[in-house]
């Protein structure tokens, strides 16, 4: 694990990494400790972080380290540890592949849409639970995304527009949200690839939409929204003293841009960041969250 400016990474981070840690841990404070402030927020992305990334997105799944470390972090309590994913996949689908830990927040579309997992209910109850990639059961609480007139029609547009720049593009495919469409094109020859996501970047420019861009993927959305934004509300929400995000995304650097002096910012991979830590991959993101769980002996 290595500390890392803008551009590459410096030697001898893993230590630098560890003090970090350990002084987010001590915000966290005790187990029996008077509450005077909300608790810890550990948040991050899913692809490429807690999974690794690959060619289908439905078979994205956490590493075991990566799991059992969230699930001690989520053990912790809500009144210490909060655990949140803010990812750009759809709520439904991050919350069936992830399998988060009860008491677990979720951030879906780049922060359009939110929910929480909830614990199953007791003796045999009716209950909305339902059953997960790693064979769990879980109930999620989900924040409907609502749509103006205007935001409808618009998204309609935008999905029509995506569609036709994926046709004759081999491995092209669009991915359609409550409030935006996406163009993926990991699958894609690499120089048509880049073809294809500048005109779809200048459609979403072009109907006024608003337009991200991420590892062969370019977003096109009928709300404002960012990581960024969706991690300062939970930090509100919450009263967190301190936030810990981990992300490996050029999406990721709007998080990693609102974090503050008491917050730790963990970038998963190569490529210029705000991050303060680097991590090379999601095995050494999972042994930080070990670590982490450590510290908080849990």
């Given at each position: 694990?290595?500390?890392?400016?803008?551009?590459?990474?410096?030697?001898?981070?893993p230590?630098?990494?560890?003090?970090?840690?350990?002084?987010f841990?001590?915000?966290?404070?005790?187990?029996?400790q008077?509450?005077?402030?909300?608790p810890?927020l550990?948040?991050?992305?899913f692809?490429?972080?807690?999974?690794p990334?690959?060619?289908?997105?439905l078979?994205?799944?956490?590493t075991?380290?990566?799991?059992a470390?969230l699930?001690?972090l989520?053990?912790?309590?809500?009144d210490?540890?909060?655990?949140?994913?803010?990812?750009?996949?759809?709520i439904e689908?991050?919350?069936h592949?992830?399998?988060p830990?009860?008491?677990a927040?979720?951030?879906?579309?780049?922060?359009?849409e939110t929910g929480e997992v909830?614990?199953?209910?007791?003796?045999?109850a009716d209950?909305?639970?339902?059953v997960?990639a790693?064979?769990?059961?879980?109930r999620v609480r989900l924040?409907p995304?609502a749509?103006?007139?205007?935001?409808?029609?618009?998204?309609?547009d935008?999905?029509?527009?995506?569609?036709?720049?994926?046709a004759?593009?081999?491995?092209?495919w669009?991915?359609?949200?409550?409030?935006?469409?996406?163009?993926?094109?990991?699958?894609?020859?690499?120089?048509?690839?880049?073809?294809?996501?500048?005109?779809?970047?200048?459609?979403?420019?072009?109907?006024?939409?608003?337009?991200?861009?991420?590892?062969?993927?370019?977003?096109?959305?009928?709300?404002?929204?960012?990581?960024g934004?969706?991690?300062?509300?939970?930090?509100?929400?919450?009263?967190?003293p301190?936030?810990?995000?981990?992300?490996?995304d050029?999406?990721?650097?709007?998080?990693?841009?609102?974090?503050?002096?008491?917050?730790?910012?963990?970038?998963v991979?190569d490529?210029?960041?705000?991050?303060?830590?680097?991590?090379?991959?999601?095995?050494?993101?999972?042994a930080?969250?070990?670590?982490?769980?450590?510290?908080?002996?849990v």
């Amino acid at each position: 694990m290595t500390s890392s400016g803008t551009a590459q990474p410096e030697v001898g981070g893993p230590a630098d990494l560890g003090v970090a840690l350990a002084a987010f841990a001590a915000a966290a404070g005790t187990p029996h400790q008077d509450a005077g402030t909300g608790p810890v927020l550990v948040a991050s992305d899913f692809d490429g972080v807690l999974a690794p990334l690959g060619d289908d997105p439905l078979a994205s799944r956490p590493t075991p380290a990566a799991a059992a470390a969230l699930a001690r972090l989520a053990a912790c309590g809500p009144d210490r540890v909060r655990v949140a994913l803010v990812s750009g996949r759809r709520i439904e689908d991050l919350a069936h592949l992830a399998s988060p830990p009860p008491g677990a927040l979720l951030v879906g579309s780049h922060g359009a849409e939110t929910g929480e997992v909830l614990a199953p209910l007791r003796d045999g109850a009716d209950d909305e639970r339902s059953v997960r990639a790693d064979g769990t059961a879980a109930r999620v609480r989900l924040v409907p995304v609502a749509l103006d007139e205007a935001q409808h029609d618009l998204l309609a547009d935008v999905a029509a527009g995506l569609e036709e720049i994926a046709a004759p593009l081999e491995g092209a495919w669009v991915e359609h949200k409550p409030s935006a469409a996406v163009l993926h094109t990991r699958l894609s020859p690499a120089d048509p690839a880049r073809t294809a996501s500048t005109a779809a970047a200048e459609l979403g420019e072009r109907l006024g939409a608003h337009v991200m861009v991420g590892k062969n993927v370019v977003e096109v959305a009928v709300t404002r929204t960012s990581k960024g934004i969706a991690l300062d509300a939970l930090r509100e929400r919450l009263g967190s003293p301190a936030v810990l995000y981990l992300g490996d995304d050029v999406t990721d650097e709007r998080a990693f841009a609102v974090l503050g002096p008491a917050d730790v910012g963990i970038k998963v991979g190569d490529g210029e960041t705000l991050a303060t830590y680097r991590v090379a991959d999601p095995a050494e993101a999972a042994a930080a969250l070990t670590t982490l769980a450590d510290l908080l002996d849990v």
